[in-house]
């Protein structure tokens, strides 16, 4: 498992969604830009139209001052109507312009999506102010049409003394102008229609659009919530990583480890190979000189305490057999038992000698004694040779027990002696041993000290870079995000 502080801390929502909201910042702004370049747009539409609608009044006025200075009735009658016709097939493609213009913008106002009612009732004012320029032009041509009619008929009157009126031509100039008026009726009902239909499909547009903020609102709450979750299962990953780092970190480890204590086991198994060659040689060497390897059993008499792996003891078979005769034991023991057995006995040589000497000078008293008596005590001549012979028999046995005492103590000591060369060899040995411990211990104590500095630098060393990591992912975000909203 990763050590606990070392994953990446979560950054404040502030922090973390100020890039989008500079984002969205920048949207708007975008946003309102090309709204003002599409009112501007629209201005400039605005204005086209009144020049066209201007230009149509001043080709209305010059054909009415063409009409009226025609010269014959039946000519002028004729130019009149045909003129007149002329502007009504004008006057119907005029609005059928306009209309195709006003889908046009309707069109356009569909794919900009205003975003105020604002907007809505300035078009409004134009479609009202257009509606107005375009009724005044008919009412204008109306009226320079019944202006040549006017001034006609004036002048038919003034000359009714030189000519004579016509009346179908009167009634067919009237109604050519009640079907101008029906026509252009008709036109303005169909223009306010297709009017009324564009508003209609506006409102619809406008409730569409604040359907469709709505949803983008939804959808941008969804977005940071995702965005959310998202972080989230980053730093989740993250910190996964970090534990499957450490378990391979461990598993390195624990490979190595185990390779050592494999050379390691190979090591001690060539040793222990070793060692069994030389107890064989041992063996062998010690059935060739006939000796006998006695362990020391417990050192000191302390039966609490382990025994000695190794600690034995090689002596002759004579030496041997007198430790058996010792008993049980361990090799100490056994040789205090011996040393007091040979207090004992040096202490019985010395009552001998003792009771020797007493003897020899009981024997010189008692010789001198018999050779004052030798002539007082002839019958007992033979008693005293007996006692002779008894006392030196005695006097043989007891020396060929010291002889043999003697014996046992000069070997006894050379074992003593020889047992102590080796227990001083076995303590120097050990407190070598004990001086190495010591030093391995001091060196292993360092190395572990210097293992745990190091791992202490090589976890500084991670945290510093997967906290550079952590920074250099931010940045390229931070980075990808600023080119996104370029």
Known sequence: MGTPGSGRKRTPVKDRFSAEDEALSNIAREAEARLAAKRAARA?????????????????????????????????????????????????????????????????????????????????????????????????????ATTPLSGNSSRRGSGDTSSLVDPDTSLSELRDIYDLKDQIQDVEGRYMQGLKELKESLSEVEEKYKKAMVSNAQLDNEKNNLIYQVDTLKDVIEEQEEQMAEFYRENEEKSKELERQRHMCSVLQHKMDELKEGLRQRDELIEKHGLVIIPDGTPNGDVHREPVVGAITVVSQEAAQVLESAGEGPLDVRLRKLAGEKEELLSQIRRLKLQLEEERQRCSRSESTAADLAGLHNGSDLQFIDMQRDA???????????????????????????????????????????????????????????????????????????????????????????????
């Open 44 to 144: 400039e539409a605005r204005d086209i139209r009144m020049r066209e609608l201007e230009r149509q009044q001043k080709e209305g006025v010059e054909d009415a001052l063409s009409i009226r200075s025609l010269g014959s009735h039946r000519n002028h009658s004729y130019s009149h109507s045909y003129g007149m016709k002329k502007r009504s097939s004008g006057s119907r493609k005029d609005p059928l312009s306009g209309l195709y213009f006003d889908q046009r913008n309707y069109s356009s106002l569909r794919h900009s999506k205003p975003t105020s009612a604002y907007y809505t009732r300035l078009d409004e004012k134009s479609d009202k102010q257009y509606a107005e320029n375009y009724t005044r032009p008919s009412s204008r041509n109306s009226a320079s």
């Open 392 to 486: 030196n028999r005695q006097i043989s046995e007891y020396k060929f027990k010291l002889s043999k005492a003697e014996q046992d103590i000069t070997t006894l000591e050379q074992n003593v002696s020889r047992l102590e060369g080796q227990v001083l060899r076995y303590k120097t040995a050990a407190e070598n041993a004990e001086k190495v411990e010591d030093e391995l211990k001091a060196e292993k104590r360092k190395l572990q000290r210097e293992l745990r500095t190091a791992l202490d630098k090589i976890e500084e060393v991670e945290m510093t870079n997967s906290h550079l990591a952590k920074r250099l992912e931010k940045m390229k975000a931070n980075r990808t995000a600023l080119l996104a909203q370029q």
